[in-house]
C-alpha cells in the first residue's frame, strides 16, 4: 500500500492529525463504536475527539446508520429541493429560533464566509471583528490568530493570504469588550460584523465572561454592526438550542456545522430573514454548492438531532462533570475548563499527558488547544479508565 505521507502533504488530509504537537505517529483507526475506536490491529481506545465534535451520539450509532442507510438506497442527490431538507432546517429552527432563514452547504468554512459576505453586504462596509484563537474555517480572510490548528503548528496566521484581504480582519482578544469599544472607536462605521465563538474552543474551552455577549450584541447594535455567532461546536452541543439559547444573546447570523450533519460534511447559516433574504436568488449576495442539502447528510443530521432532548444533556452535563472532577483529583497541576460535554485539560506538558493516556487506551485530540469531546457513548466505564489512565503518571 502506498503510505500517506507520499500522498498527502504531511501524510493527512487536515493538519491537527498528523500529530506534530504531541508526537509519534497518529494510529490508524478502522473502526469506530459508541465511545471505542479501534486500530488496524485491533487496539482498543476510549476516543475524546469525536470526530472533532459532531458526534455527539458517539460513533456508528445505529438510528444515524440506518438513516444513512435509507437515504443512500433512495438515490440522492437530485440536484433539487428534498423534503429531508426542509425536516433538517425546521429541527434546526426548533433549537434556534434565530434562524428564521437558512442555507446548507458543506463545511463550516463555507458557512463562515457565506455569514460574513451576507453581513458586508447588509452593512455596506467591509470590516470584520474576530477574536484571538476564535477559528471560523480556513477562508482566507478568517485565518489570522484562528486557534488550534495553527497554534498548533506556531503560525500567527496563513502564507498565501493576500495582504488586502488580511486587512479586512481585525483581530482583538477574547473576553475584552474594551478592545471592541476600542475597535469600534478606531474604525466608525467601517465594521460589518463582529464574530465571535460564543465559548471559545478552538484555544482549549474558555467560557465566555458574565455579560461578555451581552455586550458585544449591544455594542454591535450601537454601531450599526451585526453579531455572528459561530456556533459550529456549540451548536446543538451545551443546549438543544446552542449557547445562544445557554447564555440568552440573539446574533443577527449564526454558523452551523458539525452535530448537525451527523458526522457527514456539512454546514450551515442563517438569520434574521431580512438578511438572509439578501442571498441569491432572491437577493445580490452570490452563494451556490452542488451538493449543499445532500439527502445523505440531511438524514443523518435528522437522525442526530431527533434524538438531542433534556435527559440527554443532562446526561452529558453528569458525565461531563463526573470527569471533570476525576480529572481534578487524578492531575491537581493541570487547570481544567468544561462547559457541558467540552472539555479541556491545559497542563504544562500535554504532549507527555496525551502519551501517557494513550498508552492507557485513551485517545485525545492531539492538541492542547482542541477541546475534549463527549458524547452520549460517554458513560461510567469510560471515565473510570480515563482516570486511571490519567492517575498512572
Ligand atoms: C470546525 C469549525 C469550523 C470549520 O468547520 P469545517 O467544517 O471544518 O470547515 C468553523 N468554526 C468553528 C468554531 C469550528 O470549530
Known amino acids: 500500500m502506498t503510505v500517506a505521507t507520499e500522498l498527502f502533504p504531511g501524510g493527512v488530509n487536515s493538519p491537527v492529525r498528523a500529530y506534530r504537537a504531541v508526537g509519534?505517529?497518529?494510529?490508524?483507526?478502522?473502526?469506530?463504536q459508541g465511545a471505542r475506536v479501534w486500530d488496524a490491529d485491533g487496539r482498543e481506545y476510549v476516543d475524546y475527539v469525536s470526530a472533532y465534535g459532531p458526534l455527539i451520539l458517539g460513533h456508528a450509532h445505529p438510528v444515524v446508520v440506518a438513516a444513512i442507510e435509507k437515504a443512500a438506497r433512495a438515490g440522492g442527490s437530485f440536484g433539487v429541493t428534498h423534503p429531508d431538507e426542509v425536516r433538517l432546517a425546521e429541527l434546526i429552527q426548533r433549537g434556534m429560533p434565530a434562524l428564521e432563514r437558512l442555507r446548507f452547504v458543506n463545511s463550516g468554512t463555507e458557512a463562515a464566509m457565506s455569514a460574513l459576505r451576507v453581513a458586508r453586504a447588509a452593512t455596506r462596509r467591509n470590516l470584520v471583528l474576530k477574536f484571538e484563537g476564535g477559528y471560523h474555517g480556513h477562508s482566507d480572510g478568517l485565518l489570522a490568530k484562528a486557534g488550534s490548528g495553527l497554534a498548533t503548528l506556531g503560525l500567527p496566521a496563513s502564507a498565501g493570504v493576500p495582504e488586502p484581504v488580511a486587512a479586512q480582519t481585525l483581530v482583538i482578544p477574547?473576553?475584552?469588550?474594551?478592545?471592541?469599544?476600542?475597535?469600534?472607536?478606531?474604525?466608525?462605521?467601517?465594521?460589518?460584523?463582529?464574530?465571535?465563538?460564543?465559548v471559545a474552543a478552538n484555544v482549549g474551552v474558555v467560557p465566555p465572561e458574565a455579560g461578555f455577549l451581552d455586550g458585544l450584541r449591544r455594542l454591535t447594535h450601537e454601531h450599526g454592526a451585526l453579531l455572528v455567532f459561530d456556533e459550529v461546536i456549540t451548536g446543538f452541543r451545551v443546549a438543544p438550542g446552542g449557547a445562544q439559547q445557554l447564555y440568552g444573546v440573539i446574533p443577527d447570523l449564526t454558523v452551523l456545522g458539525k452535530i448537525i450533519g451527523g458526522g457527514l460534511p456539512v454546514g450551515a447559516y442563517g438569520g434574521r430573514a431580512d438578511l438572509m433574504d439578501l442571498v441569491a436568488p432572491v437577493g445580490p449576495v452570490y452563494q451556490a454548492g452542488t451538493l449543499s442539502g445532500h439527502p445523505v447528510v440531511m438524514a443523518a443530521g435528522i437522525a442526530t438531532l431527533e434524538q438531542l432532548d433534556d435527559a440527554l444533556y443532562a446526561q452529558l452535563e453528569e458525565i461531563g462533570a463526573e470527569l471533570e472532577a476525576g480529572l481534578r483529583k487524578a492531575l491537581p497541576e493541570a487547570r481544567i475548563a468544561r462547559v457541558g460535554s467540552l472539555l479541556t485539560v491545559f497542563v504544562a506538558d500535554f504532549p507527555a499527558l496525551f502519551r501517557r493516556l494513550r498508552q492507557g487506551g485513551i485517545l485525545l485530540p492531539p492538541s492542547q488547544f482542541e477541546a475534549w469531546f463527549l458524547s452520549a457513548a460517554h458513560g461510567e466505564e469510560e471515565v473510570s479508565r480515563t482516570l486511571d489512565a490519567a492517575r498512572a503518571g
Open 24 to 32: 509519534g505517529q497518529p494510529p490508524v483507526l478502522v473502526r469506530g
Open 174 to 198: 477574547y473576553n475584552d469588550l474594551g478592545a471592541v469599544e476600542a475597535a469600534f472607536a478606531g474604525h466608525p462605521e467601517r465594521i460589518a460584523a463582529v464574530i465571535v465563538e460564543p
